[in-house]
């Protein structure tokens, strides 16, 4: 498996959630064992060496790369999540998406200051919901290290609204 062959995986789904969205879907990468594994350890390959305490992921599809990248880089798994979904108190932030508006929350025990947090999602668009995640990790004074996606869709320039103050990987660009 390689970069080539995981791209050719993913499959476009038109007018998906609205009419206009070219929506990628990889749930064809998680059904392959091989893509899925290289997805994962191209991922830990590149933090492999890093000093990281904690990888967070966002819902849903955050979980998925997240939690194993978590598990082989020995560090813990923080979720966020839409609001109202975690039971202890909690955390919130509203930000837009590219088609709406949304909720993220996180719990206000999960991050102590000062830990070292890696930020992992399925995709970057135009960076709403990774920016709303770096503010939940920052107002529990955790300390982003980088940004890793599979998927980066760069003509939404979301890179930029990150900012070059976080390192950003992806694995794949559009």
């Known amino acids: 498996m390689d970069t080539v062959q995981l791209t050719q995986l993913i499959r476009d789904v038109p007018d998906f959630p609205q009419p206009g969205i070219l929506f990628r879907d990889i749930t064809t990468v998680l059904r392959d064992p091989s893509a899925f594994r290289y997805a994962i350890d191209t991922l830990a390959q590149r933090f492999k060496e890093r000093d990281v305490d904690l990888i967070v992921g966002m819902e849903s599809r955050g979980f998925i790369f997240g939690a194993p990248l978590a598990y082989i880089l020995g560090a813990g798994f ?51 919901t990774v920016n709303a995640t770096i503010q939940l990790v920052e107002a529990l004074g955790g300390k982003v290290s980088a940004v890793a996606f599979l998927i980066e869709l760069g003509f939404l320039d979301g890179r930029a609204k990150i900012g070059s103050q976080y390192e950003t990987l992806s694995i794949i660009q559009y």
Do not use: C, F, M
């Not at 999540?81 to 929350?105: C, D, F, I, N």
């Not at 719990?107 to 970057?124: F, N, S």
């Open 78 to 128: 923080v979720p966020v999540r839409k609001k109202g979904k975690l039971p202890a108190e909690t955390l919130s932030v509203e930000y837009a998406l590219e088609y709406g508006v949304a909720e993220l929350e996180i719990h206000k025990d999960a991050i102590r200051p000062g830990q070292k947090v890696l930020i992992v999602d399925d995709l970057l668009a135009t960076g709403g």
